[in-house]
Protein backbone atom coordinates (compact mmCIF):
# COMPACT_ATOMS: atom_id res chain seq x y z
CA UNK A 1 0.00 0.00 0.00
CA UNK A 2 1.56 3.14 -1.02
CA UNK A 3 1.68 6.52 1.16
CA UNK A 4 -0.62 9.21 0.36
CA UNK A 5 1.24 12.35 1.42
CA UNK A 6 -2.13 13.98 1.73
CA UNK A 7 -3.37 11.92 4.60
CA UNK A 8 -0.34 12.38 6.83
CA UNK A 9 1.49 15.37 8.83
CA UNK A 10 4.49 16.87 7.32
CA UNK A 11 5.85 18.38 10.43
CA UNK A 12 8.89 20.47 8.95
CA UNK A 13 6.61 22.77 6.90
CA UNK A 14 5.18 25.47 8.68
CA UNK A 15 2.17 25.75 6.70
CA UNK A 16 0.74 22.56 7.81
CA UNK A 17 1.64 23.55 11.55
CA UNK A 18 -0.62 26.68 10.65
CA UNK A 19 -3.14 24.80 9.82
CA UNK A 20 -3.74 23.06 12.70
CA UNK A 21 -3.20 25.66 14.90
CA UNK A 22 -6.13 27.30 12.53
CA UNK A 23 -8.08 24.27 13.20
CA UNK A 24 -8.05 25.10 17.09
CA UNK A 25 -7.85 28.38 16.78
CA UNK A 26 -4.67 29.53 18.17
CA UNK A 27 -2.27 31.75 17.03
CA UNK A 28 0.35 31.13 14.49
CA UNK A 29 3.78 31.66 16.16
CA UNK A 30 6.81 30.13 15.78
CA UNK A 31 5.99 28.80 19.57
CA UNK A 32 2.83 27.19 18.79
CA UNK A 33 4.68 25.33 15.62
CA UNK A 34 7.21 24.45 17.95
CA UNK A 35 4.56 23.04 20.18
CA UNK A 36 2.93 21.28 17.84
CA UNK A 37 6.30 19.85 16.30
CA UNK A 38 6.87 18.35 20.19
CA UNK A 39 3.21 16.70 20.21
CA UNK A 40 3.55 15.37 17.18
CA UNK A 41 6.64 13.66 18.42
CA UNK A 42 4.53 12.57 21.90
CA UNK A 43 2.21 10.76 19.07
CA UNK A 44 4.27 9.28 17.30
CA UNK A 45 5.80 7.63 20.50
CA UNK A 46 2.28 6.89 21.86
CA UNK A 47 1.20 4.89 18.89
CA UNK A 48 4.22 3.13 17.76
CA UNK A 49 3.67 4.98 14.65
CA UNK A 50 6.54 6.86 12.13
CA UNK A 51 3.38 8.32 10.48
CA UNK A 52 0.96 10.05 11.95
CA UNK A 53 -2.35 10.86 10.07
CA UNK A 54 -4.22 14.78 10.23
CA UNK A 55 -6.97 13.52 11.59
CA UNK A 56 -4.87 11.97 14.54
CA UNK A 57 -2.98 14.57 14.93
CA UNK A 58 -6.13 16.90 15.15
CA UNK A 59 -7.77 15.04 17.98
CA UNK A 60 -4.62 14.39 20.14
CA UNK A 61 -4.26 18.45 19.71
CA UNK A 62 -7.77 19.09 20.65
CA UNK A 63 -7.32 17.36 23.84
CA UNK A 64 -7.84 20.13 26.46
CA UNK A 65 -4.40 19.42 28.33
CA UNK A 66 -2.84 19.91 24.97
CA UNK A 67 -4.90 23.18 24.14
CA UNK A 68 -3.34 24.59 27.03
CA UNK A 69 -0.21 24.07 25.45
CA UNK A 70 -0.62 26.59 23.24
CA UNK A 71 -1.05 30.55 23.28
Not at 43 to 51: G, Q, R, Y
Amino acid sequence: MAVNDWDYVNFSQDHEMNYHLGKVSKRQTEANRRTLRVMGTELKTSLNAVLVTHTQFHAYVSQLLNLMRLE
